[in-house]
Structure formats: C-alpha cells, structure tokens
C-alpha cells in the first residue's frame, strides 16, 4: 500500500516566476502523482503547467472506483487529450498566451500497480530498495540525438540546446502519450521530477536522498536544496511516492 506521499516546487535562484506546477490527488481510484513543466507564449508557461493539472485532476476526481492497470493507462491518455485540447482553446482566446506549452508527467498509484504515462523531458523514477533507476525517454532534441548515436551522454549534459523539447502539451492538436505500468510490488519508492532537478543531479546524486529513511516532505527539500547549490536556474519539481512492504516481503 502507499505509506505516504511529497509534492514541492520550487522558482529556483534565477527566475523570477515558477513555471512549473503538479501534485497528489488522492481519489476512490487511488493516487495520483503530476510534475508540469511550462514553457513558452510570452512567460504563460505556468498557466499551461496549471490547466494540465487542473483538467488531469478534475478528471481524476470523477472516478468513483480503482482501474484497472489497462485502464489506468487509457485513462492518463485520455486525461492528457483533454489537458492539450484545454491549453490550446486557452491559448486561442487569449493572444498573450500563444505559443504556451508544457511537459506532463503523470502516474496512477494503487496497491497492485503504478501506471505512468509521459510528454517532454520530465522525468520519472524509481527506487526499487537497492537502485534508483530512471523509467521514462525524455521526449527531447538532445536525447533524440543520443539515441540515434550523434553525440555521446556526456555531451549531451552540456549541449546547447537541451532544453529543446519535441512533444509537449498545447503545441500541436494531437499529442502523443507514452505510458507504461510497473507492478507496486517492485517499487520502495518513486520519484517524478521537472528537468530543474534531473539537469541538475546525477542519478547517484538522486539516489542517496531518495534512498534515506526520512520523511519524504523532508527528502523533496534536500533535493531542491541541492539542486539550487548547483546554480538553480530552472524551476524545480518533485513528487514523491513511498510503497510500504508487508512484513514476509
């Protein structure tokens, strides 16, 4: 079962206005975990990271009954459609926000499974009680460009446009959603996160908080923090869920 539960954000030390936005709703169908990343339309990223949280979680709160795992997947899917086609029609009647986007991750937490599905560059992972192990492929120029072996992971972290993504939320009528499920059973804990915290951790970085017997409130606070020592120049995103064990496990 979900022992317990974290969501902070946080501007960074360079910006003047968070972008980002998310969090954990809980409902009769279970938990569920949000990190947004806006971008873009004169600095209306944060109203694009706000209306995918707000559509995704007002779809959520309909559901009177857990999923099932496939379900759970058509649901995220379906959630992410009517968060696009929300951003977009915003962005039309208001001219000031044209060009708005954002990135999504989001994932569905029961007892049996967790159901993850994903848009852009934020990031999912999970701890598994030995490894931090990253779940998701960044939907991004750079990553893109790793993949197809044009440039190696190294250069990767200091190419000059990382931060270009190539799917998003409210930049196209049709977006396409990767998802994934992982039975509960294999996960002590996870973590999904905007790029503020993933472009500024290295994944053993990540693991030696994510890993630590403290409350997770305490935990998204030390990875903030550390990130900021690193220069803070991105919004930064975190939620965090933790899966108790039966005793035998």
């Keep these: 079962m979900i022992e317990s539960t974290a ?28 990190v947004a990343d806006g971008m ?17 979680e007002a779809e959520w709160r309909k559901l009177k009954e857990p999923l ?21 029609a915003h962005a039309k009647e208001n001219p000031d926000c044209e060009g708005m986007g954002t990135t999504a991750i989001a994932a569905v937490c029961t007892e049996e499974y967790t159901t993850i599905a994903h848009v852009g560059d934020s990031r999912a992972y999970i701890y598994n009680g030995k490894q931090l192990v990253q779940q998701t492929d ?27 993504v190539l799917r998003a939320l409210g930049t196209e009528a049709q977006v396409k959603v990767d998802s994934f499920t992982i039975p509960s059973e294999f996960i002590d804990t996870l973590m999904i996160c905007s790029d503020g915290l993933s472009n500024k ?25 550390r990130a900021n020592e690193r220069g803070g120049e991105d919004n930064i995103s975190i939620a965090l869920v933790r899966f108790s064990k039966e005793i035998g496990e």
């Design 7 to 34: 969501f902070l954000t946080d501007v960074g030390k360079v910006r003047s206005h968070n972008e980002d936005n998310g969090g954990i709703f809980v409902s009769a169908a279970g938990t569920l975990a949000i």
């Design 40 to 56: 873009g339309g004169h600095s209306a990223g944060d109203v694009a990271s706000r209306l995918a949280t707000e559509v995704m």
């Design 68 to 88: 099932s795992a496939s379900s759970a997947e058509q649901f995220l899917k379906e959630a992410f459609e009517h968060a696009n086609a929300s951003i977009l």
């Design 138 to 164: 960044d939907h991004s120029l750079v990553a893109e460009l790793v993949r197809s072996g044009q440039i190696s992971a190294e250069e990767a972290d200091h190419h000059p446009r990382k931060n270009i």
């Design 201 to 225: 951790l290295a994944i053993k970085e990540l693991q030696v908080e994510v890993e630590r017997k403290e409350e997770l409130s305490v935990i998204a606070k030390s990875l903030i923090a």
